[in-house]
Structures are given as structure tokens and as C-alpha cells.
């Protein structure tokens, strides 16, 4: 049994009850209080996709509960569903747009490392790899001898993601952006 503070984002939790999953956590220090931070977690119940804001002590000790991560592969979307395979078994998962809004931005039919995260056999969320690779569709045009590190601009990336990139990158390249700062990393 974790401690609230021992939380990760992307873990299942059981709560009064019921299965959770960590959308987001916020670590504050109230002033005046002796010891302890307050972490605020964004929960999604996994069956009903309801929301739950909860404030636990860093004290506070919850039940993790039985995750499966399955390696998969992006393989088409359905109106609001995306299916995603098991890359070893071939069994398909579909999970609801709403679900998986934010790492929408961070997958193609290319990317590698996606984990999908089952809860009881139930798909409840995509794991991305710490970094991803992604074309360019759209910036400004490179300079030529443009500094490398100094300034940036922004480029819209084949997903919809807009990041900062060094000027002499051009539309059309692609880049490793690193998925949990959203930041371009190199070339790829």
C-alpha cells in the first residue's frame, strides 16, 4: 500500500470502493501547517468514466489496483473511438476520444512504445514512450545560418501539437519531442 505522495499519474487506485485512474496530480505546500504536502488528484473511475477530484495527506495510503500494460499499435479511428492492437496477440482495443484526448497528440500509425493500460480486461488508457517521433507539417522557413540553440519559432507537428523548434529546422523534418515536457529534443 503507496503513500499518497508515492502516486504516479497513469496509475489505477482503489478508492471507497471503486477502481480509479490518475489523470493529474498538484503537489502543494499549505503554509502554516506543520509537515505534511496536499496532493490533489484528478481520478476518472474507470467503468463509468466519471470524475473525481480528491485531496489525500502524503500520509494517506491507497490501494493500487491491478493494471495490465499491453504493448500495442495505433490502428484507426471510428468517429470518437480509437482502436488500438496488441501487437502480440492481435487483440483489439477501443477506447473513447474523451479518454485519451492529451495523447492523442503524440500518436501516429508509426509510433512506437504504446502501451495500452487494461483495468480488469477493460482498456482505460494509453501509455506513450518518453519520447516520440513526429513530422513537421507546418513553420516558418528555416534561416540559413540560423543559430542552432538561440531562438526558436513554433511548427505545427502532423498531429496538431505545436511545440517550439531552433530556427534552422524546416517543414517537413521530423523531430523527437519529448511527450512529457511537450519540448522538441533533436532531429530525428
Not at 133 to 154: F, H, N, Q, V, Y
Request: glycine residues 6%; proline residues 5%; without cysteine.
Amino acid at each position: 500500500m503507496p503513500k499518497a505522495s508515492e502516486i504516479k499519474k497513469n496509475q489505477a487506485v482503489e478508492y471507497e470502493g471503486r477502481v480509479y485512474f490518475v489523470k493529474d496530480i498538484e503537489r502543494s505546500v499549505p503554509q502554516g501547517r506543520a509537515g505534511g504536502s496536499l496532493y490533489r488528484m484528478r481520478m476518472y473511475d474507470v467503468v463509468t468514466n466519471q470524475k473525481l477530484d480528491e485531496t489525500f495527506k502524503d500520509s494517506d495510503m491507497l490501494n493500487l489496483a491491478d493494471l495490465i500494460r499491453r504493448p500495442a499499435t495505433f490502428s484507426y479511428a471510428d468517429g470518437d473511438e480509437y482502436v488500438f492492437m496488441d501487437t502480440e496477440d492481435f487483440t483489439q482495443y477501443m477506447l473513447n476520444r474523451s479518454a485519451i484526448e492529451d495523447e492523442l497528440l503524440f500518436i501516429t500509425e508509426d509510433t512506437e512504445g504504446v502501451m495500452v493500460v487494461l483495468v480488469s480486461d477493460s482498456p482505460v488508457a494509453v501509455d506513450l514512450p518518453p519520447t516520440v517521433e513526429l513530422t513537421i507539417e507546418e513553420t516558418d522557413p528555416s534561416i540559413k545560418g540560423g543559430s542552432a540553440t538561440a531562438r526558436t519559432k513554433p511548427a505545427k507537428l502532423s498531429t496538431g501539437l505545436v511545440v517550439q523548434v531552433p530556427e534552422h529546422i524546416s517543414s517537413g523534418d521530423r523531430i523527437r519531442v519529448n511527450v512529457e515536457e511537450r519540448k522538441f529534443l533533436s532531429r530525428a
